[in-house]
């Protein structure tokens, strides 16, 4: 199986410090996954002045220019999402910090150093589709959903079983979510909230649930939302399309109940090309393609684990067929047995055939598109 992991140098093993780069969002996501694991962190940097002289679990925020005299040889795991890694990582190297050597990001570091030091199976980032049933219908949608050929509710039985299978089988998800489609039209979201709530909390760094505000939460959705601490992210299309009254009643009744949100209105969006004009890339293209787009958003359904959630909604669309290594049967995996599900981790950080022929979020897709367009 192809997969990034194995690039750390030898000096990483054996280390009892690092120096987190990143007090934001990530690093904030990540908290709960340093609370388990015994490593010394002496300061956290971040070039933010706003958030220097502060502090990250007790440790103070420095900026990079005070940090650089005192770190010596300790590693720096960075805490940021994918395309501030990209920036970071450039800030790094002209400095003479090598990636993997001197840094590396807290996906790879959790999927590759937490195995070798401490034998834990760590996934940075796994979405489930809970419905494809959605309220808008966005032509260029990244999980093609007006182009389904059937719009489902996935049961919450069927959902409680994969999610059984995948946390019997894995220790640590720092970013959990649960997406549609619109998730709010999902009769059992309160079930799969609790569930997840009172099984899996400690294994999950964030369980954030993806809304497009366009339908009314109940009373009892907001309480459990904010009960079990999850993460509403909202995405907001009202400039495109005219919910703006629903998107502030969802805003407003968000922070009177006291949840963490985000709204989200400056989403760039790329022109995917599937299933309308999917890409033909040559062998050479695929594999230049595949070092720009590396989300790492795995996905988890029907009792199988994905590389990519993008893969898996363009097989539910029922215009694509996966092919037998893009996914892996959880119940085929002996859960006992930690290294056969080391098997999951390394799926985590591979590829999918679906890339040959998808635009993906790399930077070397620059088909720009207004995000939220409808389809007539
Ligand atoms: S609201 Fe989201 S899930 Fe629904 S069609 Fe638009 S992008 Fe796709
Ligand atoms: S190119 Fe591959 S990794 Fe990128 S979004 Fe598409 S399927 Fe996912």
Redesign the pocket.
């Known amino acids: 199986m192809r997969t990034d992991l194995g690039k750390l140098t030898d000096d990483w093993k054996g280390i009892t410090s690092i120096v987190p780069y990143g007090a934001g969002i990530v690093g904030n996501i990540c908290k709960t996954l340093f609370e388990q694991v015994d490593l010394t962190i002496p300061f956290v940097i971040d070039n933010d002045k706003t958030k220097q002289g502060k502090k990250w679990r007790g440790r103070p925020i420095i900026s990079f220019e005070e940090a650089k005299p005192q770190l010596g040889t300790q590693k720096i795991v960075v805490m940021a999402g994918h395309d501030a890694y990209g920036k970071i990582t450039r800030y790094l190297n002209a400095y003479g910090f090598v990636e993997f050597e001197d840094f590396c990001n807290v996906g790879h570091f959790m999927s590759e150093w937490l195995w070798d030091a401490k034998r834990m199976n760590c996934v940075f980032h796994v979405d489930m589709t809970i419905t494809t049933k959605c309220t808008l219908n966005c032509r260029h949608c990244n999980l093609f959903i007006p182009y389904h050929k059937t719009h489902v509710n996935f049961s919450f039985e069927e959902l409680k079983h994969s999610i059984d299978l995948f946390f019997e089988r894995i220790d640590f998800v720092t970013y959990f979510g649960l997406i549609g489609g619109e998730t709010f039209l999902h009769p059992e979201l309160e079930q799969c909230i609790e569930y997840l709530g009172e099984n899996y909390k400690n294994k999950i760094g964030r369980i954030t649930i993806v809304t497009n505000g366009t339908v009314r939460p109940s009373d009892s959705l907001l309480n459990i939302i904010k009960k079990y601490e999850m993460y509403l992210s909202i995405s907001d299309y009202t400039n495109v399309v005219p919910y703006g009254s629903k998107m502030n009643e969802l805003v407003r009744r968000a922070e009177e109940y006291g949840i963490d949100f985000s709204r989200n209105a400056s989403i760039v969006w790329t022109d995917?090309g599937f299933p309308n004009h999917p890409l033909k890339r040559t062998p050479e293209e695929l594999e230049n393609?595949l070092k720009s787009?590396r989300?790492n958003w795995n996905a988890l359904h029907g009792g199988r684990f994905y590389y990519?959630n993008?893969?898996w909604c363009a097989e539910q669309s029922g215009r694509f067929r996966l092919l037998p290594d893009d996914s892996i049967a959880l119940a085929d995996i002996d859960s006992k047995d930690k290294v056969a599900c080391r098997k999951i981790v390394e799926l985590s950080r591979g590829t999918?055939s679906?890339?040959r022929i998808?635009g993906?979020?790399?930077k070397d897709n620059t088909k720009f598109v207004e995000t939220g367009r409808q389809l007539p």
Do not use: L, M, T, Y
Request: net charge neutral.
């Open positions: 995917f393609h787009c989300p990519c993008v893969s999918s679906f890339c998808c993906g979020c790399g």
